[in-house]
């Protein structure tokens, strides 16, 4: 996943890529997390909501929140994205698109499968079938991204 990560077009496509991969988050969890979910001292993240494009915010799946632990990788991928110049407050989304607003699914995908592909040139072992092995550990993040 970090090869995949580090190939994203820009940091909060890998953000979103490592969170997902290390917590076990479906990609609408992932979108509509915020700052408020994360709790660094604690190492916790509280999931509360999802994100859908064309239905909006919603409960996650199972209509419960729960918690998941926050390892250590993903805390600080969160803490450089927590050092942005925006979108920083409580309630503002952890993966915001530049205007603030949520990550479209679709792009995200894109993103996803174009930083994939061009990772797996430079390490055969980050084609899809092998990252899908370590990935059934993590509760199958790729899925999510439609793979």
Do not use: N
């Amino acid at each position: 996943m970090h090869a995949v990560a580090r190939h994203a077009q820009d940091e909060t496509v890998a953000g979103i890529i490592i969170t997902a991969a290390m917590t076990g988050l479906r990609m609408g969890e992932v979108l509509e997390l915020r700052w408020r979910d994360v709790h660094f001292s604690e190492s916790v993240v509280h999931v509360q909501r999802s994100y859908a494009a064309g239905l909006g915010v919603s409960s996650p799946k199972g209509r419960r929140g729960r918690s998941v632990p926050l390892a250590d990788q993903v805390a600080r991928v969160l803490a450089r994205l927590g050092q942005r110049e925006r979108f920083t407050g409580r309630d503002a989304l952890i993966s915001a698109t530049p205007t603030g607003e949520h990550v479209d699914p679709a792009t995200l995908r894109t993103r996803y499968a174009a930083a994939r592909d061009v990772a797996a040139q430079d390490d055969p072992r980050t084609a899809p079938h092998h990252l899908s092995r370590p990935a059934a550990l993590l509760r199958e993040p790729l899925r999510c991204f439609g793979y």
